[in-house]
């Protein structure tokens, strides 16, 4: 009896094999495939003997182009004992298609019950895997073989085809495939080895027509598709693949040849954007392709994403021949990205003619000089110079090359004005550059000629204002004034010049309400409140402006403003409240060399080190040449004794700014790392203005010491102090008086000094150091001053321990020692102090074991190592006491003559 629930589901009986197959006949002509597998499997799982189930699901994965599916069931078949003559045609093709060229190899093309056609067949695949297994001579012989087969079949004529190929007769094999091709037009085997000797006979046109007619008749058949779409591609037939591109994606989206094929049609197409995406998932899938790389980099150029361009376009550079217009794309994208330096670096590969390069070399020079790099600047200034001839070039060269100090920058912009008498920035430009050259007149005269050659605007009219301004004539300046009102001409400009006009003639009350009645109108003009500021700084009376420029930025977080209060703030002395201000700002290379600047300089007032270090070697990332980001770093470094570390940022900004201060910034490195040589070749160059600075006046002070001639170093020593009292010149000074032996000079110097500078730790510590001497006393009181600024200072300590203990005040003394010691606890001298001190309070195993905890190092001094040795001895450690003195040698007599005392008085 049957369980009811699975009668209800199943029946009463499994199906037979036969029951399984005649349900996967009638799926699969109704075209349901995967149901047909289905039964097709429940057969083979009812009988998995059965070798008939497996060869007709074997034949049904052929014919779906599942061919490794088909392989493994059509082996099997043959395994089980199914007629080879009927399975090895169809494994044939499963070996070819899988490419098992061995096991097609193996195939025995003999096999009885095959007919001539189907060993034909069998043996056209065997003959190409051993073709493609390069066993020439066994592919030969087999074709001999089958040719005396009777047979009109046309894998007959295609081993015909093949021995004509072997023995490189292409076209007597072009023409027996042609000759098939009317046989048989829709055999596969047919279409591809024609389409192969076309292309072997260098007919690309023919070998695409065959693959596309292949492709047809076949269009399930992936692979051969890929390769007519390689064939089109290369032939920049790009319209006609892009269906055969799309139908592949939509089988594989993420395959890398094919986004680079989709790529190349977008981007003819001008379909840049979704070219870009197809190169991004082409190489994040492998591609690395540089031909997917540049294409890639020229996309991401014309969607003018500079960041993408430079990332593909650098990858590949080095691969670009010189003069390539990926490289202009580079390094034009380069100086988007504000890498200035890699953009001169690709730029110094532009070769030939150069006419159209003329603006790229502009810009690069411009944002090389902003950054600091004047060789690089220079270099391509001087390329561009014969290229430049329209006004807008000639006025850009002009105002480079007057940054480099190149006088024929005036010739430039002369020209330029003279080209195009319009543009107010040439005109600008050539005004200022005679006004810097200390040409008045030459200044006046061309804004004169501007103002006849532009007489309805007022450009002309304030230059000539401001030039009378800074020439005293303030009569001239009004009536240029007076007339540009007239003109009814709103511009800002006219509103500065009227409140320079105001300064000069000391109305400051008028130039304060200008101001406020140009901010009333334009809160937001940087310029106009920045004027105000200064006025009322030189009144004292800034609160207010600082209030509008409060108000303002809460209403409109504008960044010029932002910079500006924080400017603000800091000349107010309140340094915190201006660091606040720029704490929000994010650090990037496109922010102003002012944030820069400023922050750095809040940063060192406020004593942050960690934090200044960090945003000087941010800004030095950026701009690695500027000269106040290198200027700020060895300041830092400086304070931090790190002067090698100094020497390198210093010689690195060299390399691109021969800048005379950063010369004399290494000549003073070299001078602290003692190598006075260098630091000599540098100074004595200079000129007598520049020997006259007191900075260089301290080197020459400090080099002159380090030779031996301190006397000789006293008058630059002390320029150098007068300019600058800071703590490092105070010991400078005070050193080239010792060594001069005037130790009274230097003792009167050092008093003078701490008098004036009472936060000099350093300078207060030499006095006193110097005053044990001469008054004791006196020496103690300004050790105990130091040490309320300094609790921790563990030389005061010492020495102050060591002083009570000689006046015989022990306890103060123990006190200010045990302190010096925890601090310092491997400090010798130290612990020496101590330990004496608690000989004097009868505490000799205290001071034993102090004496103990420094015993297994290195004692440099000989009176501490002759100290303990002294204690060893009165406490009976003589062996111990014996075989220290015979492992020191003493250098110092004093030290001799107490080893060998102690040595008689203990009979050693």
Same mark, same amino acid.
């Given at each position: 009896?049957?369980?009811?629930?699975?009668?209800?589901?199943?029946?009463?009986?499994?199906?037979?094999?036969?029951?399984?197959?005649?349900?996967?006949?009638?799926?699969?002509?109704?075209?349901?495939?995967?149901?047909?597998?289905?039964?097709?499997?429940?057969?083979?799982?009812?009988?998995?003997?059965?070798?008939?189930?497996?060869?007709?699901?074997?034949?049904?994965?052929?014919?779906?182009?599942?061919?490794?599916?088909?392989?493994?069931?059509?082996?099997?078949?043959?395994?089980?004992?199914?007629?080879?003559?009927?399975?090895?045609?169809?494994?044939?093709?499963?070996?070819?298609?899988?490419?098992?060229?061995?096991?097609?190899?193996?195939?025995?093309?003999?096999?009885?019950?095959?007919?001539?056609?189907?060993?034909?067949?069998?043996?056209?695949?065997?003959?190409?895997?051993?073709?493609?297994?390069?066993?020439?001579?066994?592919?030969?012989?087999?074709?001999?073989?089958?040719?005396?087969?009777?047979?009109?079949?046309?894998?007959?004529?295609?081993?015909?085809?093949?021995?004509?190929?072997?023995?490189?007769?292409?076209?007597?094999?072009?023409?027996?495939?042609?000759?098939?091709?009317?046989?048989?037009?829709?055999?596969?085997?047919?279409?591809?080895?024609?389409?192969?000797?076309?292309?072997?006979?260098?007919?690309?046109?023919?070998?695409?027509?065959?693959?596309?007619?292949?492709?047809?008749?076949?269009?399930?058949?992936?692979?051969?598709?890929?390769?007519?779409?390689?064939?089109?591609?290369?032939?920049?037939?790009?319209?006609?693949?892009?269906?055969?591109?799309?139908?592949?994606?939509?089988?594989?989206?993420?395959?890398?040849?094919?986004?680079?094929?989709?790529?190349?049609?977008?981007?003819?197409?001008?379909?840049?954007?979704?070219?870009?995406?197809?190169?991004?998932?082409?190489?994040?899938?492998?591609?690395?392709?540089?031909?997917?790389?540049?294409?890639?980099?020229?996309?991401?150029?014309?969607?003018?994403?500079?960041?993408?361009?430079?990332?593909?376009?650098?990858?590949?550079?080095?691969?670009?021949?010189?003069?390539?217009?990926?490289?202009?794309?580079?390094?034009?994208?380069?100086?988007?990205?504000?890498?200035?330096?890699?953009?001169?670096?690709?730029?110094?590969?532009?070769?030939?003619?150069?006419?159209?390069?003329?603006?790229?070399?502009?810009?690069?020079?411009?944002?090389?000089?902003?950054?600091?790099?004047?060789?690089?600047?220079?270099?391509?200034?001087?390329?561009?110079?014969?290229?430049?001839?329209?006004?807008?070039?000639?006025?850009?060269?002009?105002?480079?090359?007057?940054?480099?100090?190149?006088?024929?920058?005036?010739?430039?912009?002369?020209?330029?004005?003279?080209?195009?008498?319009?543009?107010?920035?040439?005109?600008?430009?050539?005004?200022?550059?005679?006004?810097?050259?200390?040409?008045?007149?030459?200044?006046?005269?061309?804004?004169?000629?501007?103002?006849?050659?532009?007489?309805?605007?007022?450009?002309?009219?304030?230059?000539?204002?401001?030039?009378?301004?800074?020439?005293?004539?303030?009569?001239?300046?009004?009536?240029?004034?007076?007339?540009?009102?007239?003109?009814?001409?709103?511009?800002?400009?006219?509103?500065?010049?009227?409140?320079?006009?105001?300064?000069?003639?000391?109305?400051?009350?008028?130039?304060?309400?200008?101001?406020?009645?140009?901010?009333?109108?334009?809160?937001?003009?940087?310029?106009?409140?920045?004027?105000?500021?200064?006025?009322?700084?030189?009144?004292?009376?800034?609160?207010?402006?600082?209030?509008?420029?409060?108000?303002?930025?809460?209403?409109?977080?504008?960044?010029?403003?932002?910079?500006?209060?924080?400017?603000?703030?800091?000349?107010?002395?309140?340094?915190?409240?201006?660091?606040?201000?720029?704490?929000?700002?994010?650090?990037?290379?496109?922010?102003?060399?002012?944030?820069?600047?400023?922050?750095?300089?809040?940063?060192?007032?406020?004593?942050?080190?960690?934090?200044?270090?960090?945003?000087?070697?941010?800004?030095?990332?950026?701009?690695?040449?500027?000269?106040?980001?290198?200027?700020?770093?060895?300041?830092?470094?400086?304070?931090?004794?790190?002067?090698?570390?100094?020497?390198?940022?210093?010689?690195?900004?060299?390399?691109?700014?021969?800048?005379?201060?950063?010369?004399?910034?290494?000549?003073?490195?070299?001078?602290?790392?003692?190598?006075?040589?260098?630091?000599?070749?540098?100074?004595?160059?200079?000129?007598?203005?520049?020997?006259?600075?007191?900075?260089?006046?301290?080197?020459? *002070?400090? !080099?002159?010491?380090?030779? $031996?001639?301190?006397?000789? +170093?006293?008058?630059? =020593?002390?320029? #150098?102090? @007068?300019? /600058?009292?800071?703590?490092?010149?105070?010991?400078?000074?005070?050193?080239?008086?010792?060594?001069?032996?005037?130790?009274?000079?230097?003792?009167?110097?050092?008093?003078?000094?701490?008098?004036?500078?009472?936060?000099?730790?350093?300078?207060?510590?030499?006095?006193?150091?110097?005053?044990?001497?001469?008054?004791?006393?006196?020496?103690?009181?300004?050790?105990?001053?130091?040490?309320?600024?300094?609790?921790?200072?563990?030389?005061?300590?010492?020495?102050? *321990?060591? !002083?009570?203990?000689?006046? $015989?005040?022990?306890?103060? +003394?123990?006190?200010? =020692?045990?302190? #010096?010691? @925890?601090? /310092?606890?491997?400090?010798?001298?130290?612990?020496?102090?101590?330990?004496?001190?608690?000989?004097?309070?009868?505490?000799?195993?205290?001071?034993?074991?102090?004496?103990?905890?420094?015993?297994?190092?290195?004692?440099?001094?000989?009176?501490?190592?002759?100290?303990?040795?002294?204690?060893?001895?009165?406490?009976?450690?003589?062996?111990?006491?014996?075989?220290?003195?015979?492992?020191?040698?003493?250098?110092?007599?004093?030290?001799?003559?107490?080893?060998? *005392?102690?040595?008689?008085?203990?009979?050693?």
């Amino acid at each position: 009896m049957c369980v009811i629930v699975l009668a209800a589901t199943t029946g009463c009986s499994e199906k037979s094999v036969d029951t399984y197959l005649e349900e996967a006949r009638a799926k699969a002509q109704q075209g349901d495939v995967k149901a047909a597998v289905i039964e097709y499997k429940n057969a083979i799982k009812r009988d998995p003997e059965a070798p008939l189930p497996r060869f007709e699901l074997g034949k049904l994965y052929l014919e779906n182009k599942d061919f490794a599916s088909a392989e493994k069931e059509l082996s099997k078949a043959r395994e089980l004992g199914y007629s080879a003559s009927q399975v090895l045609p169809l494994l044939a093709q499963s070996y070819q298609q899988t490419g098992a060229e061995n096991a097609l190899a193996d195939v025995d093309h003999t096999t009885q019950g095959m007919s001539s056609a189907e060993r034909a067949e069998v043996g056209f695949y065997k003959v190409q895997a051993l073709l493609e297994l390069e066993k020439e001579e066994e592919a030969l012989a087999l074709i001999e073989e089958l040719k005396a087969l009777d047979t009109t079949s046309v894998y007959k004529g295609l081993l015909s085809v093949f021995e004509d190929a072997v023995n490189e007769n292409m076209e007597a094999a072009r023409d027996r495939a042609l000759a098939l091709y009317e046989q048989a037009p829709l055999n596969k085997d047919v279409l591809v080895q024609l389409a192969r000797l076309h292309l072997a006979n260098d007919d690309m046109d023919k070998a695409t027509a065959t693959y596309k007619e292949y492709v047809q008749a076949f269009p399930d058949d992936l692979p051969r598709q890929f390769t007519l779409v390689a064939l089109l591609i290369e032939q920049r037939k790009l319209d006609d693949a892009e269906p055969y591109v799309d139908d592949l994606l939509a089988a594989s989206e993420n395959h890398p040849i094919l986004n680079q094929y989709k790529g190349l049609i977008a981007a003819s197409q001008g379909n840049y954007e979704l070219a870009l995406s197809r190169f991004e998932t082409a190489v994040q899938n492998g591609n690395a392709d540089p031909v997917v790389r540049l294409v890639a980099g020229y996309a991401a150029y014309q969607l003018q994403n500079f960041a993408g361009a430079k990332k593909h376009l650098s990858m590949i550079a080095s691969n670009l021949p010189d003069n390539h217009p990926g490289l202009r794309m580079l390094a034009h994208s380069l100086l988007q990205q504000g890498d200035s330096e890699d953009a001169y670096e690709v730029m110094s590969r532009f070769e030939g003619n150069l006419e159209n390069d003329v603006a790229l070399f502009s810009s690069a020079s411009l944002q090389l000089l902003r950054e600091g790099n004047v060789v690089d600047a220079r270099a391509l200034v001087d390329k561009t110079a014969p290229l430049s001839d329209s006004p807008q070039e000639l006025a850009k060269l002009g105002v480079l090359q007057l940054s480099l100090n190149d006088v024929s920058g005036l010739v430039n912009l002369e020209a330029a004005v003279e080209g195009a008498p319009d543009s107010v920035a040439a005109q600008s430009a050539l005004i200022r550059a005679y006004l810097m050259a200390g040409d008045t007149a030459k200044a006046r005269d061309a804004a004169q000629t501007w103002r006849t050659k532009a007489p309805d605007s007022i450009e002309p009219l304030l230059a000539l204002a401001n030039i009378a301004i800074d020439a005293g004539q303030t009569e001239q300046a009004e009536s240029y004034i007076s007339e540009a009102i007239q003109s009814e001409q709103d511009a800002p400009q006219l509103t500065y010049t009227q409140v320079r006009l105001a300064i000069a003639t000391d109305s400051r009350k008028e130039a304060a309400t200008l101001l406020t009645q140009r901010l009333d109108a334009a809160p937001d003009d940087v310029t106009a409140l920045a004027m105000l500021y200064a006025l009322k700084r030189e009144d004292g009376n800034t609160a207010s402006v600082i209030s509008r420029a409060q108000q303002q930025l809460a209403q409109s977080d504008d960044l010029r403003l932002r910079l500006l209060l924080a400017r603000m703030q800091m000349a107010e002395q309140k340094p915190k409240q201006a660091l606040t201000l720029l704490k929000d700002i994010e650090a990037s290379k496109d922010k102003p060399l002012l944030f820069w600047q400023l922050k750095g300089q809040l940063l060192i007032a406020l004593n942050d080190v960690d934090a200044a270090s960090a945003h000087y070697r941010q800004w030095l990332d950026y701009y690695p040449q500027n000269e106040n980001a290198v200027s700020g770093m060895v300041l830092i470094l400086d304070a931090q004794r790190r002067y090698q570390d100094a020497l390198m940022f210093v010689e690195k900004a060299l390399a691109k700014q021969p800048n005379p201060q950063l010369l004399i910034l290494k000549a003073y490195f070299h001078t602290m790392l003692n190598e006075t040589q260098a630091a000599w070749d540098i100074i004595k160059p200079l000129s007598q203005e520049a020997q006259s600075l007191p900075f260089v006046r301290g080197i020459r *002070a400090r !080099l002159l010491v380090k030779d $031996g001639q301190p006397k000789a +170093a006293i008058p630059h =020593a002390l320029a #150098a102090y @007068e300019s /600058r009292s800071n703590p490092m010149n105070a010991v400078l000074v005070t050193a080239a008086y010792e060594l001069s032996e005037r130790p009274q000079d230097a003792f009167a110097f050092l008093e003078q000094h701490v008098d004036g500078h009472p936060d000099d730790t350093r300078a207060a510590m030499l006095l006193a150091e110097r005053m044990i001497a001469r008054d004791k006393d006196e020496a103690m009181s300004t050790y105990e001053t130091i040490l309320q600024k300094t609790p921790e200072n563990f030389v005061v300590l010492n020495n102050l *321990a060591y !002083l009570y203990f000689e006046k $015989g005040e022990t306890d103060r +003394a123990a006190t200010l =020692a045990q302190r #010096a010691v @925890e601090l /310092r606890p491997e400090n010798a001298d130290a612990v020496d102090t101590l330990a004496q001190i608690r000989l004097a309070q009868g505490r000799d195993k205290d001071a034993l074991a102090l004496y103990k905890t420094i015993s297994g190092k290195d004692i440099a001094n000989e009176e501490v190592y002759l100290n303990h040795v002294e204690l060893l001895l009165k406490t009976g450690n003589t062996a111990l006491a014996k075989r220290r003195l015979e492992e020191r040698k003493f250098t110092l007599p004093a030290s001799q003559q107490r080893a060998r *005392a102690l040595s008689e008085r203990y009979s050693l």
